[in-house]
């Protein structure tokens, strides 16, 4: 259960004293679950989920003994803004990086440009409808449906509707450790 909890954490950049206060699990609580040395009570994950926006089965069940997941449309941790509609639709670790996979409508008149995610992050953007211009602020590029493109994260980086649509986009976000 340690990694289940760390791994929404880290990937979210939410602290063990903001998650605490979301929660109301004491920071000591926390800490002891992450290390493994606390066993808590089924309120104590319920909490965490509903603070970190997740299931319950993703913090107790360990990722290699979840025969599949599946998570239907509209599912996932909402993460909109005015710009953007945007669901985290699952976190994964890998070996040196978390990666979080999400499901974006890109709102036409409406641009973002998000900070960087930290060195050496990368997002892989796959369009599933409309255009939009992605990237590195200064580099974008235009995508059209069926495209995809990779390109640096650890930049100002820009994700904008262009046409008369909205734009669907599948993003893959690898943030290493």
């Known amino acids: 259960m340690a990694a289940n909890i760390r791994r929404p954490r880290d990937a979210r950049r939410v602290s063990l004293a903001e998650l605490a206060a979301r929660s109301g699990v004491a920071k000591s609580t926390l800490s002891q679950i992450e290390g493994a040395t606390s066993n808590p009570t089924l309120s104590t994950p319920v909490s965490l989920a509903g603070a ?9 069940v360990a990722a290699e003994n979840r025969p599949a997941l599946v998570v239907r449309a509209g599912e996932g941790t909402d993460i909109s803004d005015p710009s953007v509609g945007a669901r985290i639709v699952d976190t994964f670790p ?3 990086s978390t990666a979080e996979f999400h499901h974006l409508t890109l709102r036409v008149d409406r641009s973002e440009v998000s900070a960087s995610h930290g060195t050496g992050s990368l997002e892989h953007a796959s369009m599933l409808s409309g255009s939009a211009r992605v990237g590195p602020k200064d ?20 994700w904008e509707a262009v046409g008369e649509q909205d734009a669907e986009v599948w993003l893959l976000a690898v943030y290493p450790k």
């Open 52 to 60: 970190l926006g997740a299931r319950l089965e993703d913090l107790t």
């Open 94 to 96: 890998l070996a040196h």
């Open 139 to 158: 580099h974008e590029v235009v995508l059209h449906q069926g495209d995809y493109a990779s390109y640096r994260a650890d930049v100002p980086h820009t």
